[in-house]
């Protein structure tokens, strides 16, 4: 069954994506057991004292599979998935792509907010969470967001104590049964290819929620390719730092990635470098991917880290800026190469070469994965600007998917009616035909790599009794590239502090990487001639240093 809502591609363009073996018609859930008879012993996940070979992962996973199903959770059903970087992460990814049940990949640091509205959204017939995780008791707020959920929710807890009323999961995964039957039964109902595999989310949503469903066909497509650009093979060991519930580390090529190029998978459920260094050393860790400001911080802390990093050969670096300067400075830092990436969960992702000369991989984010990808650039006018010139990026492809799922409107704006996606990113594309990001006409931050809406901020903000107008903008920071700086009016006779915006922004359930980190309160704000927040004026007051 096909998630209703799902935009799908052209039939004509499906035949040439299928023709030129971009889709290969295989559900990604199938892909456990070629796996496992191919390199059944390896060891594929490694989590601290945690090892499971390519074996492991596939009874665990048809175990769960099985178990989900016993739960009545079917083809075409959605779970909202919100667990760290553990293994339990990939156990549970793999079971529902066996079962077709589409997990939606949210962020640990998501709270009530965004797992309530995404939940609603798609019609989330479970939540799978750690039991407890950083200071905060996610059964609790999952019981309390399957409650407030439209249609009823089951909460399935991956840790050591699940309460009365929850479902446990790694109970699931151990249960008994012969395994031979259990692998024939799943692959009988294996789900079509064509049907969403994974629910992503859009960085950046504004009040709709934008979640993109990523095909069988096109995310395998996404992390075959990923894998072979960046060299991946049976020697790979893949080190996931950022949250894998990200494209990029899903996916780019990532963890899903490194499994399927036979290599394995290293889970570290934080970016500290004391922890990565050691884990590079401990594990023979070969390639890796960081954001730039957590890369910054690699680059600091490896000249005196008393490790032995020599058998890191590649560094992916994405998701926002990388400065031509900390670029120079991360081979000679980490010893390896650097390989930037310019990615996104709607689709097109970018890489430089493993083997780039310097000019390309320190001032580029390098060209598309496939030659099947379509870039166009347009100026203002929706027209293309002239070879060079910077302009907004419009992209199609294989793995491009050409709407957002259940938001008609929505898609009306952010897709042009040819199926074009608007990345809303300025991009020039070099002679060479590298991308080369340099600015953005979308309303959002990039803290650090995590998307976030300004108008989302703002909505939130505005239903705050003190506020009469707010407008949120980035300013810039050397630290995590942007940080989110809010510009409010107040009531008359009110005052508001960044503690009052913290505190109610907390109330209500919104992640803490979304919470304003500056507030400038003014008597008014400049307007455009439309009536709106005029935010170049609102910037200039930023660099200008406050009013
Ligand atoms: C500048 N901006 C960048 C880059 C992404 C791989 C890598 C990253 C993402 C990702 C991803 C950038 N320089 N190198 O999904 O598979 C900004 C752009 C883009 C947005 C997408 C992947 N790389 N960006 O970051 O969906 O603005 O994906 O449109 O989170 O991040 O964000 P997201």
Redesign the pocket.
């Known amino acids: 069954m096909r998630p209703e809502g799902a935009v799908p591609w052209p039939e004509d363009l499906a035949r040439v994506y299928r023709a030129a073996g971009c889709w290969r018609d295989r559900p990604l859930g199938s892909l456990v057991w070629e796996w496992a008879e191919r390199r059944g012993d390896r060891v594929a996940v490694v989590d601290g004292g945690h090892r499971l070979t390519y074996l492991d992962l596939a009874l665990r996973s048809d175990a769960l599979a099985e178990g989900l199903a016993g739960l009545g959770l079917a083809a075409g059903d959605t779970v909202l998935l919100q667990l760290p970087n553990r293994w339990e992460f990939v156990v549970v990814t793999l079971a529902c792509l066996r079962l077709g049940v589409v997990p939606v990949m949210m962020l640990p640091a998501h709270r009530e907010h965004e797992l309530a509205s995404i939940g609603a959204h798609v019609g989330a017939k479970a939540l799978v969470v750690p039991d407890g995780w950083r200071g905060c008791d996610h059964q609790e707020l999952a019981r309390r967001v399957a409650d407030a959920l439209p249609g009823p929710a089951r909460v399935l807890v991956v840790g050591d104590e699940v309460r009365p009323g929850c479902v446990d999961v790694r109970a699931l995964m151990r249960r008994g049964g012969d395994p031979g039957r259990r692998r024939r039964r799943l692959d009988e109902r294996a789900p079509d290819p064509s049907d969403v595999a994974v629910f ?1 989310l ?2 950046g949503t504004t009040g709709v929620p934008k979640v993109i469903g990523r095909t069988h066909n096109d995310y395998e497509y996404n992390f075959r390719r990923c894998a072979e650009v960046c060299g991946f093979g049976p020697d790979t060991v893949y080190l996931a730092v950022l949250p894998v519930a ?3 580390a899903l ?2 090529p990532g963890v899903l990635g490194a499994l399927h190029a036979g290599g394995r998978v290293v889970l570290l459920p934080t970016p500290r470098p004391e922890a990565v260094f050691a884990a590079v050393e401990a594990e023979g860790v070969t390639a890796t991917s960081a954001v730039p400001a957590v890369v910054l911080k690699w680059v600091e802390a490896a000249g005196s880290c008393g490790r032995d990093l020599s058998s890191l050969r590649h560094v992916h ?6 400065s031509p300067e900390v670029a120079a400075r991360i081979g000679p830092a980490l010893g390896c190469r650097l390989q ?7 689709g097109l ?1 970018c890489y430089t070469p493993a083997d780039a000369p310097d000019e390309v991989a320190h001032a580029t ?1 390098g060209s598309p994965i496939s030659a099947y990808d379509e870039l166009l650039v347009v100026g203002p006018d929706g027209r293309p600007v002239p070879p060079g010139e910077p302009g907004e990026l419009l992209t199609r492809g294989p793995y491009t998917p050409r709407g957002y799922f259940g938001v008609p409107a929505q898609n009306a704006v952010s897709f042009t009616p040819d199926g074009w996606y608007r ?3 300025l991009v020039r594309i070099t002679p060479g035909g590298d991308v080369v ?1 340099c600015g ?1 006409v ?1 309303d959002l931050i ?1 803290r650090a ?1 995590e ?1 976030i809406s300004a108008g989302e901020i703002e909505t939130l903000v505005q239903e705050m009794p003190e506020v009469a107008e707010a407008a949120a903008v980035a300013v810039p920071d050397p630290e995590v590239g942007e940080r989110v700086c809010l510009f409010v009016r107040v009531r008359p006779g009110r005052t508001l502090t960044l503690d009052d915006v913290a505190g109610a922004l907390a109330a209500r359930g919104v992640a803490a990487f979304k919470i304003p980190e500056r507030l400038e309160v003014l008597d008014e704000l400049p307007h455009t001639p439309i009536g709106k927040p005029d935010k170049k004026r609102l910037l200039d007051l930023v660099a200008a240093g406050g009013r």
């Open positions: 992503l859009s960085g990200h494209n990029f996916a780019s670096v994405g998701g926002s800026v990388l930037q990436v310019y990615g996104m969960a709607e992702i984010q990345t809303g990113d990001v953005r979308k990039n790599g998307k």
